[in-house]
């Protein structure tokens, strides 16, 4: 008889909580993400991030949307990291789940054929996970993301050469051959050429590689003024330590489009890791206002203590997603798809990812890399739109460093 | 001999299937989607796989060919879809032809290692063609209508069964067999056999093809990694030897039953989903070996005891 009140007792608040989300003062938000499966290490970050952010928004007392409050719930789906399902778990939210709008999965795969969907439904998506212009570039009206183009990453390097003396004259390309880092050369390429550098030694390499030697002898040759390099992280530390053993010396500067701003790198190399030149979208700095954390610390802070572990870009960008959505949807006054879309679109406000968090013609947002440079075992932002801090440069060669 | 009652069910139930886009709701077309291409694939693979005993892991080089083919047409050339489902479907029989005259004169295990190393190659190959997009991948052009998707993918697997079911049936079908029970003795029969093979294999690279041709337009992306998938290859064996290899219905029975167990432990208990999914097909092995075919008529005739017979007769 007892156990059957408690079951009763808990029956009826379980439908009251089901009955609470789906009451009209609630706006819910869609994922699928990969929680579990080969990318589910990365996909935590957005899980995380989209949770976080909504709680806090929701503890601030939640929206004002022509003239209601409303509070913010979020609908989670576990990919499994297969594509195919990701597909039909974004059909399956918006068609039978009902939710009002859609956070993206994490890479760019998933966001290519997850964007359909959204275009299919004319239902808003703000993802965060994918960086490939080919999403963009297909003219969807209902696709937003808050990752910089890949064909952008050396963008701010190269214009920060522009105000270095000496400037750097000849420089060296090297490029995994995967579709992101393909698109990082090209994009480094047009930029180079339209700021009258000379490319000395243009590389690609497969993915994995290990050997850089022949590489290197090349680069060696042509003794270039800079190094641009494009890759994955372990693939970045075997290129430093055999340019160390090869004595590969650029006159001016090295660069690396990962793999720098982490510890893992740093601790890697120790000593050599030093005046490694590199980039991330997003540091954690409190210049960076925010309308619900404060700013970015205090989201690094508040994300750390719940998940016990330091948010990088990924979750930064799933967090400013959420945060888009409860700007435009105040802006549009309404909840209809089309008007929170038009909304999206000419939005710009200050959040803990971006100074101007804004999207362009095409949806994408606009987001200097951040230039970084680990001094003396220290990670020192240096260049954005202007210099933060003073570059070590030129980078001595690697027998006159104490 | 395959007595009426389940061509009748089979014609009733593709019936039923061809109307759920007007009774069913949008997820179950999604569903609906993956499991009749999946479907086809598993039998297209058991018309080499399942009547001549060659297990094939190369199966999923012609897939990759058939997105490609049909993405390379549609955004290089601006073809129509059909034009470019035939440009796929040539292009994946010319590379099952050239492929299979060497190593289907292989045998047994030789010929399985021998396809392994196809799928590598063809990724490594299409990911440094620029006119396939390189590594980067092809974007397709959208187009609404799941509900013609879905109705083409039934299509295909409506005509890749018919054709199973004549080679069911035929003297091709016969020697196909015959390779598979002794391949010496049919050749002395004056079978011959690697004809034999290389067309079961051009016909099964014919509806792999179409299948991925189909899921390259409606996903509208392809790229390398998702076009050579060797999972994909080993659904399509699991699938086709979870229903009965060398039947006409099993691979189709088995490829729904399996899609629809995934979609249950996917959406109900999905972090540990694909724990039982391998618990599934585990004991599927153990108690089924020849397939869920051969259990509906074992279980016929000798009940649950079926089950355990077989245990027994492995050894196990």
Request: net charge positive; with cysteine; charged share 15%.
């Amino acid at each position: 008889m007892k156990n059957s009140i408690v079951a009763l007792a808990a029956a009826a608040a379980f439908a009251s909580s089901v009955g609470l989300a789906r009451a009209d003062n609630v706006i819910t938000l869609g994922a699928s993400v990969q929680l579990t499966g080969s990318s589910a290490n990365t996909g935590r970050y957005y899980r995380d991030a989209y949770g976080l952010t909504i709680a806090k928004i929701n503890e601030a007392g939640g929206i004002k949307v022509g003239g209601k409050t409303y509070k913010l719930a979020l609908k989670i789906l576990d990919n499994q990291s297969d594509v195919n399902l990701s597909v039909r778990q974004y059909v399956q939210l918006i068609t039978s789940d009902k939710v009002n709008f859609l956070l993206g999965p994490f890479a760019s795969n998933f966001a290519l054929s997850d964007s359909s969907i959204a275009e299919k439904y004319q239902i808003p998506m703000v993802q965060g996970g994918g960086a490939s212009t080919q999403i963009y570039t297909r003219h969807y009206k209902y696709i937003f993301g808050t990752l910089p183009a890949a064909d952008d990453y050396y963008a701010s390097t190269i214009e920060m050469f522009g105000k270095l003396q000496p400037k750097p004259e000849t420089v060296a390309l090297v490029a995994a051959d995967d579709s992101f880092d393909v698109s990082v050369a090209k994009g480094t390429r047009e930029r180079l050429k339209a700021a009258h550098m000379k490319i000395a030694v243009d590389a690609t390499y497969r993915e994995g590689n290990s050997d850089f030697s022949s590489i290197l002898t090349q680069i060696k040759a042509a003794n270039v003024d800079a190094i641009l390099w494009s890759g994955h992280e372990t693939e970045a530390l075997n290129f430093i330590r055999q340019m160390k053993s090869l004595n590969v010396n650029p006159k001016d500067y090295y660069g690396f489009t990962v793999g720098v701003p982490t510890e893992d790198f740093r601790k890697a190399l120790g000593k050599d890791a030093n005046y490694a030149f590199g980039m991330t979208s997003w540091l954690p700095s409190a210049t960076l206002k925010d309308r619900w954390f404060g700013d970015a610390l205090g989201f690094a802070k508040a994300y750390k203590a719940k998940f016990g572990y330091d948010p990088d870009y990924h979750a930064a960008s799933g967090a400013a997603d959420v945060e888009t959505f409860a700007v435009a949807l105040e802006k549009a006054g309404s909840l209809n798809p089309k008007a929170v879309r038009d909304a999206i679109a000419k939005i710009n406000f200050s959040s803990l990812y971006a100074l101007h968090t804004k999207y362009g013609e095409n949806g994408q947002i606009i987001l200097p890399q951040i230039v970084v440079q680990i001094q003396d075992g220290k990670l020192v932002p240096i260049y954005s739109d202007q210099f933060l801090n003073k570059p070590q440069y030129p980078v001595p060669p690697w027998n006159k460093r104490g | 001999m395959m007595g009426r009652w389940p061509l009748v069910l089979a014609v009733l139930v593709a019936i039923v299937l061809a109307g759920v886009p007007w009774f069913g709701n949008d997820v179950a077309v999604q569903f609906g989607i993956n499991a009749l291409l999946l479907a086809t694939l598993a039998q297209s693979w058991n018309i080499l796989g399942g009547f001549t005993g060659y297990v094939s892991f190369g199966n999923s080089v012609f897939y990759g060919l058939g997105t490609y083919g049909t993405a390379v047409a549609m955004t290089h050339f601006n073809l129509p879809f059909g034009v470019g489902l035939v440009v796929g479907a040539v292009v994946a029989m010319l590379c099952a032809a050239l492929v299979g005259i060497p190593i289907l004169r292989l045998r047994g295990p030789y010929f399985a290692i021998a396809t392994l190393g196809l799928n590598g190659a063809m990724a490594a190959i299409v990911s440094n063609l620029p006119i396939a997009g390189s590594n980067i991948g092809l974007v397709l052009p959208l187009m609404r209508g799941d509900a013609i998707f879905y109705e083409l993918a039934l299509a295909l697997l409506v005509v890749c069964t018919l054709t199973v079911l004549w080679i069911s049936s035929s003297r091709y079908g016969m020697a196909l067999v015959a390779i598979r029970e002794d391949e010496d003795a049919a050749g002395s029969m004056g079978v011959n056999a690697t004809l034999y093979k290389v067309t079961a294999l051009v016909l099964s690279a014919l509806f792999t093809a179409i299948a991925g041709g189909i899921h390259a337009y409606w996903s509208t992306f392809v790229d390398p990694a998702s076009a050579f998938d060797t999972t994909l290859n080993v659904r399509m064996v699991i699938m086709c030897v979870f229903g009965g290899p060398g039947t006409v219905f099993g691979p189709v029975v088995g490829s729904f039953i399996l899609s629809a167990v995934y979609e249950v432990l996917a959406s109900e208990i999905s972090t540990a989903a694909v724990l039982f999914f391998g618990l599934v097909i585990v004991l599927a092995v153990v108690f089924t070996p020849k397939g869920l075919t051969d259990l509906m008529a074992g279980a016929r005739r000798s009940g649950w005891r079926y089950l355990f017979r077989n245990i027994r007769e492995n050894r196990l």
